[in-house]
Structures are given as structure tokens and as C-alpha cells.
């Protein structure tokens, strides 16, 4: 029975009380999914599986025959098959239990199946490592820093001599390179989606477009590729990211700083730009954005949007959980942001027009038009 007046905690011995007990235990405990998931990606466990698309159902031994580079002799089946039990729980994996033996047997489910690369190399394996990298990682402890200090510094810089991410990533050449790969793992699957999905309708029109934050210009290469209708494509990045980018038929790479200006076109597109900066740095991008376009002309963003309600359905949690990984990495007051959020953040440079284009079920199409 609960304690009276409303107020008081919860019986330990009612099942209200377990029950509540258990779900702290299960939320407490929480980072051993993460890290378990990091584990079978570096020991190339899905690879190992998946086996080119055979995907049948193998034993931890089996599996650790199966790993390249091969384990030492001394790695044990045991301690990889509780790794892929506590993933099974979680989906990652399906568990086949022998009736007789006992054996357990674990194949990859559709959740597992990101880890393994594509036709094009693509897989969500190089998005798990980016997220689990040592530096990143530091940060997470002074999370409540963010709280207590939230003009300052974000968890990342304070737990890296002061060093923010983008300059972390800019100043190690192996965190950059896997930086992209696991931008281009997310992004591909994505650009499907946006191709198939906002294509003729949102690029038709297009015939030069500037892709802000281009990297190395595969995205805009794709929509070319798709589009023929758009002629010259303009890959704007820093100067040191577009030094490195690969000669692409129609593409110009130009190397500038997004809050001073942003070159001009029919159309702007930029992919998970804003949701790592406050609401005032957006506000200088998308008004260097609006001084590019002509009238007619149209920012094409592409950003996770916040639902307004907040359930514990998977999209929601996704979200939610990106929502702290920015402001734990990149900046504590730069967020993800609602779809009135977003269409604010537009009113207040001049974009009339708005609206917001559900492809995927984490990021959307938020479009301004002058």
C-alpha cells in the first residue's frame, strides 16, 4: 500500500513497487547495451553472421571461427554468447534455442542487418564505433555540467582539454575518417528515401544547387545522378574539408564559413546542419541562406524533428536520445527542434513559405522558401 497522503514512497513489497525497482535496474544499467553493441561491431560479429546473406543461425563458437581478423586461442564462446544474449533482448539478434542441448543459436534480425555493409560498402556498423570513441565517451559523465553551466562549454570540450568536436575531428585525420564513414553509413539509406520520396517535386526546378556542410560531395553527386535536370552543383564545406574532395562531374567544391555567407544558387540543401547549433547561429545560416537565393528559391534542410508529444514509442526515444547525444558532443544549447520550432526559426530571416515532409522515421525534409 502506498504511503498516505499521495506523497510518500511507494511499498517496496507491492508489485507497483518491484516493478518500479526493476525498470531502474533496467534503466541504471543501460549503458551495458550501447557498449555491448560497440563490442560485436569491432569483433566484426554481423560480418561473421551474415556470412553474404546466408544469415544462418550459428553458436558463439562458431561465430568466434568465423571472425576476421581470427580471435586468440584463448577468447572464450561463453563470454560472447552474453553479449549476444543481452542484443538478442534488444533485437539486434535472434536467439534459436536448441530443445534438446540447450545450444543457443543467434542470426541477425532486420535491426542487425544495418550493421552489415551494403551493394555500396554503407552500414550503420561505422555510426555505432563514431559514438563509442574514447573521447566521446569522456563526455558523458559531466553531462550534468550542461545543466549547471549551459553558456559553457559542452561535456565534450570539458572532458577534452577544452577542445571542441568539430575541432577534435578536424585535427585527427582517423576520428574524421570515421566521422564519415559513419555520416555516409546514415546517409545513404536516407538519401534513398529523400530521392524516392520529395525527388522530381523538390529538384526539378533546380538547376544549380549549393549542398552547405557537403563534405565530400556524395550527396550532391546522388541527386545530380538522379536529376539531370540539375546542371551545376556546388559543394560548400571549410576550405580544408572540400581540399580533399573528390573531382565530381558538375560539382564545383568551394571552400567557405557558412555564418559569414553562403554561395548563390536556385536552391540550398544541407543535411543535419542545424540541429547542432543554438537557435541564434541558425538563425545567422539560414539568413546567409535567404541573402544566397533568389525569390522563388528554397533551403531544402534535412533534420531529425521533435514530435510535440512525448511517448515511449521507439521513433520518439530515437530522437530524444540524438537530442542529448548533441548536447553532450556538439553544443549544449544547440538541439533538435519541433516543426513549429523549425518553421520560427525561418519566419524570423523572411522565408514565407513552410513546411515539413516525413520520409523517414528520424529525419525529415524542412523546407523554406523565399
Not at 558463439?60 to 571472425?67: H, K, Q, R, T
Not at 550534468?144 to 553558456?151: R, S
Not at 574532395?245 to 568551394?254: E, Q
Amino acid at each position: 500500500m502506498a504511503a498516505a497522503g499521495g506523497g510518500g514512497r511507494e511499498d517496496p513489497t507491492s508489485e507497483v513497487g518491484k516493478q518500479g525497482r526493476l525498470a531502474m535496474m533496467e534503466l541504471a544499467n543501460m549503458i551495458s547495451v550501447p557498449m555491448a553493441l560497440n563490442a560485436v561491431v569491432r569483433l566484426n560479429v554481423p560480418d561473421a553472421i551474415w556470412q553474404s546473406g546466408s544469415n544462418s543461425p550459428l553458436t558463439a563458437a562458431e561465430i568466434l571461427a568465423l571472425l576476421r581478423p581470427p580471435p586468440p586461442s584463448s577468447s572464450d564462446p561463453s563470454v560472447l554468447q552474453r553479449l549476444l544474449r543481452l542484443l538478442a533482448s534488444h533485437g539486434v539478434f535472434a536467439e534459436n534455442r536448441c530443445a534438446t542441448s540447450g545450444a543457443r543459436r543467434y542470426s541477425l534480425t532486420d535491426v542487425g542487418r544495418t550493421l552489415v555493409p551494403s551493394g555500396d560498402g554503407a552500414s550503420y556498423a561505422a555510426y555505432v564505433l563514431q559514438h563509442h570513441q574514447d573521447a566521446l565517451v569522456r563526455a558523458w559523465p559531466r553531462l550534468h555540467e550542461a545543466v549547471l553551466d549551459p553558456a559553457g562549454p559542452e561535456p565534450f570540450a570539458r572532458a577534452n582539454g577544452g577542445v571542441p568536436a568539430y575541432a577534435y575531428y578536424g585535427g585527427d585525420r582517423e576520428a574524421n575518417a570515421l566521422m564519415q564513414r559513419a555520416m555516409w553509413g546514415v546517409s545513404e539509406p536516407f538519401m534513398e528515401a529523400l530521392l524516392d520520396g520529395y525527388g522530381s517535386a523538390g529538384f526539378g526546378s533546380v538547376e544549380t544547387l549549393v549542398d552547405v556542410g557537403g563534405s565530400s560531395g556524395a550527396c550532391l553527386d546522388m541527386i545530380m545522378r538522379r536529376f539531370p535536370s540539375v546542371k551545376r552543383g556546388i559543394n560548400f564545406d571549410l576550405p580544408e574539408v572540400v581540399a580533399e574532395a573528390p573531382p565530381l562531374a558538375g560539382v564545383t567544391h568551394v571552400g567557405g564559413n557558412m555564418f559569414e555567407s553562403i554561395p548563390t544558387g536556385d536552391a540550398i540543401f544541407m543535411k543535419w546542419v542545424l540541429t547542432t547549433w543554438t537557435d541564434e547561429e541558425c538563425t545567422a545560416i539560414l539568413r546567409n541562406c535567404y541573402n544566397a537565393l533568389p525569390e522563388g528559391g528554397k533551403v531544402i534542410a534535412c533534420e531529425p524533428v521533435l514530435p510535440v508529444e512525448t511517448d515511449n514509442s521507439r521513433r520518439t526515444r530515437a530522437l530524444l536520445e540524438g537530442d542529448i547525444f548533441v548536447m553532450a558532443i556538439y553544443r549544449t544549447l544547440g538541439r533538435e527542434r519541433t516543426e513549429e520550432e523549425f518553421r520560427q526559426l525561418g519566419g524570423v530571416v523572411g522565408f514565407t513559405a513552410f513546411r515539413a515532409i516525413y520520409l523517414d522515421p528520424f529525419y525529415a525534409v524542412v523546407e523554406y522558401q523565399k
